[in-house]
């Protein structure tokens, strides 16, 4: 490239065999030379500063000062954004739970849920396909669904749980394809239970336990291939196993068999994730050295969720909430700290939650269907 912008526009045509009648056409700044330096230094905005974490050039010092966001501003701010969405989508949810009803009663489902990235809307469109597939199937689509719960998510098959998902992006005849596919996974279902027992077996009576994940579903075939790795893995680390764990039980520890492949990890919960790639020398030394902390992790954890319902109701109650919720990825211990504060400060809030449905997450946000996110740790009014 060349050492000005003229230069390597030059070059760059050039090389792509493009024409070089226009660029000739430009006078060339003798003032600008072949300097390799901008006419002006370049200012960047603060938020570069921030995010890359480099000190601004001295005499660059920004006196625009941080605004700090608190809960009752932002709500100040949005409130009347989030009522009117609310409100344009209460004849929505109205049709959901008419036909949610309608299907459960019919089909005699356990329930049906919505576990996908689509917004509410297309839960409403994926129960009026569904209905209208009922009708034109009657008979096959209730002896199918009887006593099992209908899951409409991001994709199709059993899930480890036994329940029936079907892709809100797949049309009613993929959806027919699945549901005569669906007795064929009775068979799986049956051998995942046996196949959780042996290797629980293999770690010393360690506890093996399914989490099921909003938005992420496994599937029942793929959790057994899943689980006939691990078997594998650790059938032939059996002499490390003896030499980390012993003959300690390990039955007040939990492991969760998350995926084919990520890192070896104890949760925030006191669960072990265990990738199905890993090897299994690497399983049993990482259990043996963490076991401890995991299972005085679990101990507090299941001690901290009686807590958290009760936090949650009495929430709910003193802000005069629809409802509350929080993301995965908030443990116990944030929401019942988030709970609590805004208990303390609901009357600083006034009536700007109340009727309103509330979840707890890591940032601000409003919701399609005018749900709000609000940060576990947010600042409250001085």
Request: with cysteine; charged share 25%.
């Amino acid at each position: 490239m060349g050492k000005s912008v003229r230069n390597t526009v030059i070059t760059v045509l050039e090389r792509c065999d493009l024409p070089l009648s226009y660029i000739n056409t430009i006078p060339k700044d003798s003032s600008q030379g072949d300097s390799n330096e901008f006419s002006r230094p370049i200012k960047w905005h603060p938020s570069f500063y921030a995010a890359t974490g480099k000190k601004p050039p001295p005499g660059e010092a920004f006196s625009q000062p941080t605004i700090e966001v608190t809960l009752r501003s932002w709500l100040r701010k949005n409130i009347d954004n989030i009522r009117t969405l609310e409100e344009s989508t209460t004849a929505v949810q109205d049709d959901i739970n008419k036909l949610r009803c309608q299907l459960i009663d019919h089909l005699e489902l356990k329930d049906i849920r919505w576990e996908s990235f689509w917004g509410f809307s297309h839960f409403r469109g994926c129960l009026k396909g569904f209905y209208l597939l009922y009708k034109e199937h009657p008979t096959q689509v209730k002896e199918t669904l009887k006593g099992r719960t209908l899951v409409f998510g991001n994709n199709s098959g059993v899930s480890l749980h036994g329940d029936v998902v079907l892709s809100g992006e797949d049309v009613r005849a993929d959806w027919i394809k699945i549901l005569r596919s669906v007795s064929a996974y009775d068979a799986v279902l049956e051998r995942l239970p046996y196949m959780e027992k042996k290797l629980s077996e293999l770690l010393n009576n360690i506890q093996v336990v399914r989490r099921k994940h909003y938005h992420h579903i496994t599937m029942a075939d793929e959790y057994e291939v899943l689980l006939n790795k691990l078997l594998n893995t650790l059938r032939r680390s059996q002499v490390l196993s003896e030499k980390w764990l012993g003959d300690e039980s390990l039955s007040d520890v939990q492991i969760v068999v998350e995926g084919e492949s990520g890192p070896l990890a104890l949760s925030n919960t006191g669960q072990f994730l265990l990738p199905a790639s890993v090897p299994g020398s690497l399983i049993v030394e990482f259990i043996a050295k963490n076991k401890e902390q995991g299972s005085y992790t679990l101990k507090q954890n299941m001690s901290y969720r009686l807590y958290e319902e009760k936090a949650i109701e009495e929430c709910k109650q003193h802000l005069e909430l629809k409802e509350i919720s929080k993301d995965e990825n908030i443990t116990c211990e944030q929401m019942i700290t988030c709970c609590e504060r805004l208990v303390t400060e609901y009357w600083k809030l006034g009536l700007l939650l109340t009727d309103t449905r509330l979840n707890i997450s890591h940032y601000y946000s409003m919701m399609q269907d005018g749900k709000i996110c609000i940060p576990w740790n947010c600042k409250m009014d001085e």
